[in-house]
């Protein structure tokens, strides 16, 4: 009886185990979470998402945003401009892990290279015409998927990966992109790299990139125009 006593209870150690080891930490909703072991500190007022109104006191405004019907200023060095709808303007995306986003392009506008940390993207073009890529991670050698998309045609970024869009047609072009979190984050390659605050040492630049240092230093003096 005592071996089957310790047959059961080995079993259920090892089930336990198994569920443990299956579960895992919800996605990350900003780039840093630092814990704080006084709960009831001042400065606790960030987690990993927002805090939740009373349900009681939920209303249809806190689940409506208006306005997408509406094209956005192009005019700008990029040529694009980016409407997001998250949680910081839709209050009823906390917790549900979606957004939207509306991109206008002028003709040759850009949406540059840019990743989104936390989210899967998936792009509906509207009007126009858009060559889109995305490149994949070192492990996979940095392969080049590219595709130019008409009205109707969709097109998946998948979740971290570098991705662009370019209008190559003669006219506006408008798309739609979902996003698989209710925060998503954006960082936009060459903002981030020569644009950071404080700047990245030119040392470190110049031999990342492999060119001259006064190559670093005009990129790194230059405006990186934010198009969302």
Same mark, same amino acid.
């Given at each position: 009886?005592?071996?089957?006593?310790? @047959?059961? %209870?080995?079993?259920?150690?090892?089930? /336990?185990?198994?569920?443990?080891?299956?579960? %895992?930490?919800? /996605?990350? *909703?900003?780039?840093?979470? !630092?814990?704080?072991?006084?709960?009831?500190?001042?400065?606790?007022?960030? !987690?990993?998402?927002?805090?939740?109104?009373?349900?009681? =006191?939920?209303?249809?405004?806190?689940?409506?945003?208006?306005?997408?019907? $509406?094209?956005?200023?192009?005019?700008?060095? =990029?040529? /694009?401009?980016?409407?997001? !709808?998250?949680?910081?303007?839709?209050?009823?995306?906390?917790?549900?892990?979606?957004?939207?986003?509306? +991109?206008?392009?002028?003709?040759?506008? @850009?949406?540059?290279?840019?990743?989104?940390?936390?989210?899967?993207?998936?792009?509906?073009? =509207?009007?126009?015409?858009?060559?889109?890529?995305?490149? &994949? /991670?070192?492990?996979?050698?940095?392969?080049?998927?590219?595709?130019?998309?008409?009205?109707?045609?969709?097109?998946?970024?998948?979740?971290?990966? +570098?991705?662009?869009?370019?209008?190559?047609?003669?006219?506006?072009?408008?798309?739609?992109?979902?996003?698989?979190?209710?925060?998503?984050?954006?960082? &936009?390659?060459?903002?981030?790299?020569?644009?950071?605050?404080?700047?990245?040492?030119?040392?470190? *630049?110049?031999?990342?990139?492999?060119?001259?240092?006064?190559? !670093?230093?005009?990129?790194?003096?230059?405006?990186?125009?934010?198009? $969302?």
């Amino acid at each position: 009886m005592k071996g089957v006593y310790f @047959l059961i %209870s080995t079993l259920a150690i090892l089930a /336990s185990a198994t569920f443990l080891v299956s579960a %895992s930490d919800p /996605s990350p *909703l900003q780039d840093f979470c !630092v814990a704080l072991n006084d709960t009831k500190s001042a400065e606790a007022v960030f !987690v990993n998402g927002k805090f939740c109104k009373d349900p009681k =006191l939920a209303n249809a405004n806190d689940f409506f945003f208006s306005g997408l019907q $509406n094209p956005r200023n192009t005019q700008n060095p =990029l040529g /694009s401009n980016v409407t997001a !709808v998250n949680v910081d303007n839709l209050l009823g995306l906390n917790t549900l892990g979606i957004s939207l986003a509306r +991109i206008d392009f002028a003709p040759n506008g @850009l949406n540059p290279p840019h990743t989104h940390p936390r989210a899967t993207e998936i792009l509906v073009v =509207l009007e126009g015409t858009l060559y889109v890529g995305f490149v &994949t /991670s070192n492990g996979d050698g940095n392969r080049l998927f590219t595709k130019v998309l008409n009205k109707g045609d969709v097109f998946v970024f998948p979740i971290g990966l +570098i991705h662009f869009q370019l209008n190559v047609g003669h006219v506006n072009a408008v798309a739609f992109a979902g996003l698989s979190s209710q925060n998503p984050g954006v960082i &936009t390659i060459a903002k981030a790299v020569f644009g950071s605050q404080p700047p990245i040492n030119p040392d470190v *630049l110049a031999k990342a990139f492999q060119v001259d240092d006064n190559v !670093v230093d005009n990129l790194q003096k230059q405006f990186w125009y934010d198009n $969302n």
